[in-house]
């Protein structure tokens, strides 16, 4: 079971990795007659500390140095991830309805805490390090285990299903895709490196990072130091 689980996470990443540019199906019968592309004007200069540059900077870096990030780092990334930046309780990824469905975790050497998001904050969850049990549960992806910090976002559906019926688990996984590029652009704005994890076992990261039954574990986002 797990060699086959292994295996299709395997193919999953590499699949991530391939299939970037895969033509798509043919338009629909309403679309505009084909014409030869316009030309855009030229991408914004990437200036340092500009929103372009982290957007062009940003790498899935796996080759990560085992080195603890600092409070700064890590409290930066989790606001990120889903802080407080308004009024009434706004965020810093949108969500739909301002549901808010997601929760957030880090996994570090210190052990595992949980971001109190109301508070800027981060509370004790599990004392020992989980790293190399998350890189287990995500289909043996053992660079895990050297980040600094693994990010994690789970979602409690029923939040947003109170709302939105049956578009609620959409909804929440696209929420969950803000958050985390909201974190790889802040890690790349930082001098840090991560990676999107989605080939995980979701009852396996359930369990190591012993998670309310109500959440389910949405992306990993091991965040660290490049090793050159
Ligand atoms: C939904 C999703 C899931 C992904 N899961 C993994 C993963 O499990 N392991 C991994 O190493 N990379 C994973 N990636 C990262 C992709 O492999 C990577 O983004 C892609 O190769 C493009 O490279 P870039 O991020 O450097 O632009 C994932 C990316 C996305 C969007």
Redesign the pocket.
């Known amino acids: 079971m797990r060699s086959g689980a292994g295996r299709v996470?395997v193919l999953?990443?590499g699949l991530?990795?391939?299939t970037?540019c895969a033509p798509g199906a043919p338009p629909g019968p309403d679309a505009t007659p084909s014409a030869p592309p316009r030309p855009l004007p030229d991408p914004m200069p990437t200036e340092p500390g500009s929103l372009e540059e982290a957007i062009a900077e940003?790498?899935?870096?796996?080759e990560l140095v085992d080195r603890p990030l600092s409070d700064a780092q890590i409290g930066q990334l989790l606001w990120s991830a889903q802080g407080i930046t308004g009024s009434r309780g706004r965020r810093a990824a949108p969500s739909a309805g301002a549901t808010y469905p997601l929760e957030v975790y880090v996994a570090t050497a210190a052990g595992v805490t949980r971001y109190e998001i109301a508070d800027h904050a981060l509370s004790d969850h599990l004392d020992d390090d989980r790293r190399s049990a998350l890189a287990a549960a995500?289909?043996g992806?053992e660079?895990i285990a050297d980040a600094g910090a693994v990010v994690v976002l789970t979602g409690v559906v029923e939040r947003t299903a109170d709302r939105y019926d049956d578009r609620a688990e959409r909804y929440v996984l696209l929420e969950a895709?803000h958050a985390?590029q909201n974190v790889?652009l802040q890690a790349t704005a930082l001098d840090l490196v991560g990676?999107?994890?989605?080939?995980?076992d979701d009852e396996d990261v359930r369990q190591v990072l012993a998670l309310p039954t109500d959440e389910q574990p949405l992306?990993?986002l091991p965040i660290g130091f490049p090793s050159d």
Do not use: D, M
């Open positions: 996470g999953l990443v991530l990795a391939v970037a940003r790498r899935s870096v796996r995500a289909l992806q660079w895709g985390a790889l990676v999107p994890v989605g080939a995980f992306y990993l």
